[in-house]
């Protein structure tokens, strides 16, 4: 039963465009949540990350917003530049002892130029 | 450079050997991790460590074997009884366990079977 899920395996964004990039979850012990970008035969590279005292965590390019009640958060990229193409990875850490990563199942991201 | 190194990058194993997958780090991170990574899905734990001498399962466990007894290395050993070896293996460490610290990957090892 996948705790975190990413339903769009893909998208596609033109170049300057904003890319939004989704992710759900279902267990309401999640209270720190991350994104990683992936590159091929790399390892994934972390990039931003919010907690569930905050709604909101920007960084340059980069936006995490967090909605609890719904138990969504998504990655808003803005503008896209062709570099930005990789796969990109939620994630989400427990409260507890262990504050293991759960992650989803990637998105791929063209960013076209 | 501070850093996480897996090796090697490529991996064959023949049916019913036990292969040891190498992970250093020089961060001088207490926790390191395992994780595995099939086509189309998300990164699984196999096992972590919080700190030298400890080491617990993940939620993949089952046909791996790890040791922690230097803080800088935690290599992984997939033995004959993983019955699905090929998949591409990430190391990770993080300052410690406990808190918010995002974690670090190395980039990767992957294994296939001959």
């Known amino acids: 039963d996948q705790q975190v899920k990413q339903n769009s395996p893909s998208l596609s964004v033109q170049e300057g465009r904003i890319s939004i990039l989704n992710c759900d979850y279902t267990?309401?012990?999640?209270?720190?949540f991350l994104w990683y970008k992936k590159y091929p035969a790399e390892g994934p590279t972390f990039l931003i990350s919010i907690s569930s005292i905050k709604d909101k965590n920007e960084d340059g390019r980069f936006t995490v917003f967090l909605n609890k009640s719904a138990k969504h958060l998504s990655l808003h990229i803005v503008p896209s530049q062709p570099g930005d193409s990789a796969v990109y990875f939620c994630?989400?850490?427990?409260?507890?002892?262990?504050?293991?990563?759960?992650f989803g199942s990637g998105t791929q991201l063209t960013v076209l130029p | 450079d501070g850093g996480i190194t897996q090796s090697p990058k490529y991996l064959f194993r023949k049916e019913g050997q036990n292969v040891t997958l190498s992970c250093e780090q020089n961060?001088?991170?207490?926790?390191m991790y395992w994780y595995r990574q099939d086509p189309g899905q998300g990164l699984r734990l196999i096992y972590y460590?919080?700190?030298?001498?400890?080491?617990q399962k993940g939620d993949i466990a089952e046909g791996y074997s790890v040791s922690r007894e230097k803080k800088e290395s935690f290599p992984l050993t997939v033995t004959s009884a993983q019955k699905n070896p090929t998949a591409f293996y990430l190391c990770?460490?993080?300052?410690?366990?406990?808190?918010?610290?995002?974690?670090?990957f190395g980039d990767g090892t992957r294994l296939s079977i001959l």
């Open positions: 990770a460490s993080s300052i410690s366990a406990g808190g918010n610290q995002p974690q670090h």
């Open positions: 961060l001088n991170h207490d926790a």
């Open positions: 994630a989400a850490i427990s409260s507890g002892s262990a504050r293991q990563l759960t």
């Open positions: 460590s919080q700190i030298v001498n400890d080491f």
């Open positions: 267990n309401s012990m999640f209270d720190y």
